[in-house]
């Protein structure tokens, strides 16, 4: 493999795993083993949640320098899983570039899960946390029925690539303000164990975790980073149900 196709595959694979919810520790080690596999005498790593910096050293003498600006973030744990199998694969047996390509195109291009399953684990999800917090059965029905539709609302929110703070103000408005008005209509009898039913599928917690893991392990600005990003998160879902209950006269 030639020098400016290592820096790729360590970057391709590195930039992946990023997006999809992995720590910067195991972002940077991951690109630190496939350039040393393939040579690298060195290698130095800088990453941040938007961004990758990697400067490799090679056997010849020469040195290069690659950087990968990351815009999106979207938590796949078992993508994640298949990228890191793939780096312990490139580690072990050295394949060449194509070879390398086409496994990580595959992983890239494999979905887990069909929207409608998505959806429908979305309102089992919900009824189980409106029952969780004090709902009755009714109230549960209603808070799965909103649960499945709110994650085709994320779902082609996400796919027109929108900022995800605004993603989830738009998505609490428009669920606490049909809450309310399904209530009102006298389907359902509890606002609030409704709409937390259904708010905990858009809270960040794996990105609160995982601020707090890169803390721990030393890497200070990309926690603080991650756990700003979940507080905007956190706010931009406020900011929605507040906005439903203000024009709509209040919550009942």
């Given amino acids: 493999m030639e020098n400016e196709q ?8 590195g ?25 690298c005498t060195r290698t130095d790593v800088f990453t ?21 600006r990351i815009t999106v973030s979207r938590t796949d744990l078992t993508k994640l899983h298949r990228l890191n199998a793939l780096s312990r694969e490139i580690c072990a047996n050295k394949p060449d570039y194509g070879q390398v390509q086409e496994k990580l195109q595959k992983i890239c291009a494999w979905t887990p899960y069909p929207l409608w399953l998505q959806a429908l684990g979305s309102a089992l999800i919900a009824f189980s946390f409106a029952i969780f917090f004090g709902g009755d059965i009714f109230d ?4 799965s029925v909103l649960g499945f539709g709110l994650r085709y609302l994320t779902w082609y929110l996400q796919k027109a690539e929108l900022n995800q703070i605004f993603v989830n103000v738009v998505a609490s408005f428009l669920l606490s303000f049909s809450t309310i008005l399904l209530v009102r209509s006298g389907i359902g009898s509890n606002v609030n164990k409704i709409i937390i039913g259904n708010i905990m ?52």
Avoid: H, K, W
């Fill in 48 to 68: 941040i949640t938007s961004s990758i910096v990697v400067t490799a050293f090679f056997s010849d003498g020469t040195r290069g320098t690659q950087t990968r």
């Fill in 140 to 143: 549960g029905a209603v808070a």
């Fill in 6 to 13: 290592i820096l790729n595959c360590a970057l391709d694979i």
């Fill in 201 to 252: 599928l858009l809270i960040p917690g794996i990105a609160l975790t995982n601020s707090l893991r890169d803390m721990i392990s030393g890497d200070i600005m990309t926690g603080m980073l991650r756990f700003l990003d979940a507080v905007l998160v956190a706010a931009a879902i406020a900011a929605g149900y507040i906005l439903a209950g203000q024009l709509l006269g209040g919550v009942v």
């Fill in 15 to 39: 930039e992946q795993m990023l997006i999809s919810g992995a720590e910067v520790g195991r972002v940077e080690a991951a690109i630190r083993f496939i350039c040393t596999a393939y040579g």
